[in-house]
């Protein structure tokens, strides 16, 4: 049985990026763009009315930016996931992104395949990091945690961590490691209470820093 059709919500302030990427998607059976908004302000209304499990975010708008309404995202009952939408000259903004919670990212002039394939992605659980975003993560102080703190993770625990890391999704990391998803996701919670982070991208940010990625 084919998988739920994938709610997607475009924030961007140009009109012309909104209409191309929704022609993009339009023509793809499982993803439905839900709806539009032109700055941060109003994709948090917008997601907070609709409820999509995607949203695709622009990162320089005029008022509540990007970075902004990420944070103020993740303050919902049920936060969708965020892929931003950037283009390659703002590349230094993808990593205060990933910090304030986005899944993922992708250039504004992404092949209409690879943009249906990383919402297809981040909506699975997968955390979309890319080598020279990891490069420039690793090149920076480490704000989420020290080596300290890695301590306190059991085996499977630092096994998982590292899954995470690689982009693997829950069930994917139940399959490699012979467990059900419940145990895998009991074994998220604690790696993030004991590294005391917010979400699995962190987690995947953390992980990277501390050399636990394959």
Do not use: C
Not at 38 to 60: S, T, Y
Not at 181 to 197: G, R, Y
């Amino acid at each position: 049985m084919a998988d739920r059709v994938i709610r997607v919500l475009l924030v961007d302030d140009h009109q012309v990026v909104r209409r191309g990427l929704r022609t993009f998607l339009e023509i793809q059976d499982d993803i439905e763009v839900v709806g539009e908004a032109a700055d941060g302000a109003e994709g948090i209304a917008r997601a907070e009315e609709l409820r999509p499990d995607v949203v695709l975010m622009d990162v320089k708008m005029p008022g509540m930016d990007g970075i902004e309404a990420l944070r103020k995202l993740r303050e919902l009952a049920n936060p969708a996931k965020v892929l931003i939408v950037t283009s390659f000259t703002e590349q230094r903004t993808v990593v205060p992104a990933l910090r304030a919670g986005a899944s993922g990212y992708v250039y504004k002039d992404v092949d209409p395949d690879a943009l249906a394939g990383a919402i297809r992605s981040v909506h699975a659980g997968h955390v979309l990091l890319q080598p020279e975003v990891a490069g420039a993560l690793l090149s920076q102080d480490d704000n989420t945690g020290g080596t300290g703190r890695g301590s306190t993770l059991t085996e499977r625990e630092r096994e998982v961590l590292g899954l995470i890391a690689d982009g693997r999704s829950n069930r994917e990391i139940a399959r490699a490691l012979v467990l059900s998803e419940k145990t895998v996701k009991t074994h998220v919670s604690n790696i993030l209470m004991k590294l005391d982070l917010a979400d699995r991208t962190q987690a995947a940010l953390w992980a990277v820093r501390h050399g636990l990625t394959s």
